[in-house]
């Protein structure tokens, strides 16, 4: 009879979804499976798991909360995988506040100063906090981590931090962040094992595009700048967020079309971005299928890839030059066109794309003769967080 194999559980949560992966805890962590719980709180509820060989489950479900999605998302695995040993279980955090530079063991110690920074993340963290309590309850003797969002980017350099406000709210934690760390992770940790440690002192920019963009320049494997601050808005515009504004803009709604917090996080959140200015679709592969029949989506396209062009020369000068540029991202790693786009007339800074290459990234794109090595590399979050459960956990011997 097979012994039961140790697995690690990764969670991500959002407001009406929950994303999952199952890792066996080899060395180089076999994804098992992985799937959704979508339309939480919704009629629209469904579960879906894959596996390396295809769909394994995708039917409809009643989802009246992150609790219910997760007994159901329970039931499903042990359907699957009835002889694995969950030892781990890993969640994505959007927010650490100024004091996370790393994943922390959860208990009622961080539970506590999670709920005090919601504040800083009230579009992200309840969800998350709601996720962390309905596993807990689910799994209560599985040690757990939170994998923070904001951690890659803790030691910005201080100039990198200010907001331009007085010190007295950087001092309540106005301060810049950066998001999308755990994707930067992983890259600055594949660059690692492809090319040694050697590659890391090379002047890299990693954009990452997707529904959510951001790009960030690192130095020695350590963000030194990036493009959102504060909060997830800022930046690149994005599938339905505004990225950065004018602050007069906000001043000018609420005073003169009498908009209030409620209004303006709506707008800036919801219906901004590739969205609001194509008024076809926040998916940028909808817009490009689109962007010959209707000028508003070839609008979109075009700012998107005009404000990436703007944020690299921005972040090549904070690093004094360009060596590598890595693509990542749904958008990053699998567009070709925007790829294209975003990269014409940047050879000022040594970059310059192979035609054929940028078709079929593996994973260089960039000209032989270029200066500057661009490549596209798809990103995976999850088994970054589930890096950092096995690393937890074997630091503290639960594995041997």
Not at 90 to 115: F, K, T, W
Not at 273 to 286: C, I, K, Q, Y
Request: proline share 5%.
């Amino acid at each position: 009879m097979p012994s039961r194999r140790s697995a690690i559980l990764v969670v991500n949560c959002g407001s009406s979804s929950l994303k999952f992966a199952v890792f066996i805890l080899t060395e180089g962590l076999e994804r098992l499976v992985w799937g959704s719980a979508s339309g939480i709180g919704t009629s629209q509820g469904r579960l879906r798991m894959s596996s390396a060989q295809g769909t394994v489950d995708d039917h409809p479900a009643r989802l009246a909360d992150h609790a219910t999605a997760i007994e159901k998302v329970d039931t499903l695995l042990q359907q699957q995988a009835s002889r694995l040993d969950l030892v781990g279980i890993g969640h994505r955090v959007v927010h650490g506040g100024p004091d996370c530079d790393c994943p922390q063991r959860i208990d009622a110690s961080l539970l506590d100063r999670l709920h005090a920074l919601v504040p800083l993340a009230p579009l992200h963290l309840p969800h998350n906090l709601a996720g962390i309590n309905a596993i807990r309850r689910q799994f209560p003797d599985v040690p757990q981590l939170a994998c923070f969002d904001t951690a890659f980017h803790h030691g910005l350099p201080a100039v990198a931090r200010h907001t331009g406000l007085p010190r007295e709210h950087e001092a309540r934690g106005v301060r810049r962040y950066g998001f999308h760390g755990l994707s930067y992770e992983f890259i600055v940790d594949d660059l690692r094992r492809r090319h040694g440690p050697e590659a890391l002192r090379e002047r890299l920019i990693v954009a990452h595009l997707g529904n959510g963009a951001s790009l960030a320049a690192i130095r020695d494997g350590c963000s030194i700048e990036t493009t959102m601050g504060f909060s997830a808005l800022g930046g690149m515009p994005m599938g339905t967020r505004s990225g950065d504004l004018d602050p007069g803009t906000l001043l000018y709604l609420a005073s003169h079309d009498g908009l209030d917090v409620a209004a303006l996080e709506a707008l800036l959140y919801r219906r901004s971005g590739l969205l609001g200015l194509s008024g076809v679709s926040a998916d940028m592969r909808e817009l490009l299928a689109h962007r010959e029949d209707t000028p508003e989506a070839a609008q979109a396209v075009d700012f998107f890839c005009h404000r990436a062009r703007h944020f690299l020369g921005g972040l090549s000068a904070a690093l004094g030059g360009l060596d590598r540029l890595i693509f990542t991202g749904g958008i990053g790693a699998n567009s070709p066109a925007i790829r294209a786009q975003i990269c014409a007339g940047m050879g000022y800074l040594g970059i310059t794309l192979e035609e054929g290459r940028n078709r079929t990234p593996g994973p260089v794109i960039s000209a032989a003769e270029g200066p500057v090595r661009v490549e596209a590399v798809a990103t995976d979050e999850e088994r970054m967080i589930a890096r950092h459960v096995q690393r937890t956990l074997t630091n503290t011997q639960e594995v041997t």
